[in-house]
């Protein structure tokens, strides 16, 4: 909800840069990584780390007072992060914003929420060693941020475009389809299967090498290589939503399951699209990659985080995501962002001068982009008061 706010209001300082002026030195480049960052760690991170507590029971009973203490602090040390941010300092990395005392103190949370969950699993009555994989890989998450947050790090990069190859694109993107068929699996569902159940992993298996591989390509969004492994994640687009539709859900109809669907197959397709050559050059930096990032973020990511809860609230709680209105009027305002920065960054790749001065139509797109974000605002005000109840 804060996060969206702070949307809101960079959208209006988009149009008004004279608004500005109210918050002095606090500029829109020091808000930015508030929206940012508050969106990812503030709410779409949040929902993961609570599938976590769920899947080891303690966490949530003899431990609830030390897990309520970790949520706590993380929500503090993101209010820390928003000072910080405001008053200039940041690593300058996107989403990586990390920069003294924080770099330590953030990770610190993580490290500490994970003790917990180690605790929760050392006590719980039937000790499942299949837990401990996934343990193990958790525990490298804040070593991992501190170290990803320097600014002398980088991933490989595409030299032709400066942004991320497809080699990384895929591979970040089947970490999601594997969250996505682990889902099921920790949610204890009767397999629907065997033989779907070994489709669906050797397919996930072969495009796992596949991935592999194309780490070992000339990292250009001209090679035929690079193109076509990315293509090999078109194939999810009908395999993920068959393998969903043969198991057992909890919420009867899982509305957001369906809009999760939708949302994943717009976005394959349109970062494929995006990064075909002589596309993705006329579209890079323009605001065709923010209608890119509210696609996945608000769009797919949104839908996904919101069907786990369901999954894993009681029922009575979970059906209160269900607010017909309310579950419309998010995708549609979703929906009108997007298609609105498409054709924003349409006009930006013909003329490069398009955003740099007023003009009706300009101010029209980014308008109506504020009016959609208003309503945006006003669902998670909405979602925020039925879950106090
Ligand atoms: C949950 C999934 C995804 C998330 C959260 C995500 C997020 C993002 C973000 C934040 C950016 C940066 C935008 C900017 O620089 O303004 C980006 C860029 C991009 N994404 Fe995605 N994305 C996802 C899935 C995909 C998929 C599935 C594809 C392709 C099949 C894709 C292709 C691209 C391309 C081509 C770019 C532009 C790269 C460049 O700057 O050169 N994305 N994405
Ligand atoms: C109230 C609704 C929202 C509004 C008005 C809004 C507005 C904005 C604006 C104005 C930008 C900066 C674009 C630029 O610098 O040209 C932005 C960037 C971004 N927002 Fe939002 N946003 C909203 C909701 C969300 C949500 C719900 C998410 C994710 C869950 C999100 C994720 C992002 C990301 C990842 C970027 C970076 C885009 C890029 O660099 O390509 N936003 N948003």
Not at 32 to 40: D, K, S, V
Not at 127 to 149: D, K
Not at 160 to 166: A, D, F, K, V, Y
Not at 294 to 304: E, K, N, P, V
Request: proline share 6%; aromatic share 16%; hydrophobic share 50%.
């Amino acid at each position: 909800m804060v996060a969206n706010a702070v949307g809101l209001l960079l959208s209006i300082l988009l149009i008004f840069p004279k608004v500005g002026l109210i918050f002095g030195e606090w500029t829109y480049g020091r808000w930015l990584p508030l929206h940012l960052n508050w969106q990812l760690y503030g709410w779409t991170a949040l929902p993961l780390v609570a599938w976590v507590f769920f899947l080891l029971p303690q966490s949530r009973n003899s431990l609830a007072k030390a897990s309520c203490l970790g949520i706590r602090a993380w929500s503090a040390v993101l209010a820390l992060g928003g000072i910080s941010w405001l008053t200039g300092h940041t690593s300058g990395k996107i989403f990586l914003d990390w920069t003294g005392f924080l770099r330590v103190l953030f990770p610190a949370v993580i490290l500490y929420l994970w003790g917990v969950l180690a605790l929760a699993w050392y006590r719980g009555e039937k000790r499942n060693w299949f837990v401990v994989p996934g343990l193990l890989v958790l525990l490298a998450v804040p070593f991992g941020l501190y170290f990803a947050s320097s600014p002398e790090v980088y991933p490989h990069v595409d030299q032709s475009t400066g942004g991320p190859t497809g080699a990384s694109l895929l591979n970040s993107t089947l970490s999601v389809v594997f969250l996505l068929l682990i889902l099921p699996l920790a949610l204890r569902h009767k397999p629907p299967g065997k033989s779907l159940d070994r489709l669906v992993w050797g397919f996930f298996a072969v495009n796992f090498f596949l991935g592999l591989y194309s780490e070992t390509l000339p990292h250009s969004h001209h090679h035929p290589g690079q193109i076509t492994c990315l293509a090999s994640l078109l194939l999810w687009l009908g395999l993920l939503p068959y393998y969903y539709s043969k198991q057992e859900w909890k919420t009867p109809h899982p509305l957001w399951q369906k809009a999760m669907f939708v949302w994943l197959g717009v976005l394959i397709l349109n970062g494929f699209i995006t990064f075909l050559p002589g596309i993705l050059d006329r579209l890079k930096f323009s605001n065709a990659l923010v209608a890119h990032s509210h696609l996945a973020m608000a769009g797919f990511t949104t839908s996904l985080l919101i069907f786990v809860l369901q999954q894993i609230l009681p029922q009575k709680i979970a059906l209160r995501m269900n607010n017909r209105r309310a579950f419309w009027s998010w995708h549609l305002a979703t929906a009108g962002y997007i298609v609105l920065m498409i054709f924003a960054g349409i006009f930006e790749s013909t003329d490069p001068s398009f955003l740099t001065y007023p003009g009706v139509l300009r101010d029209t797109l980014y308008g109506l982009r504020s009016l959609s974000g208003l309503a945006l605002f006003l669902v998670s005000i909405h979602w925020w008061k039925a879950l106090q109840s």
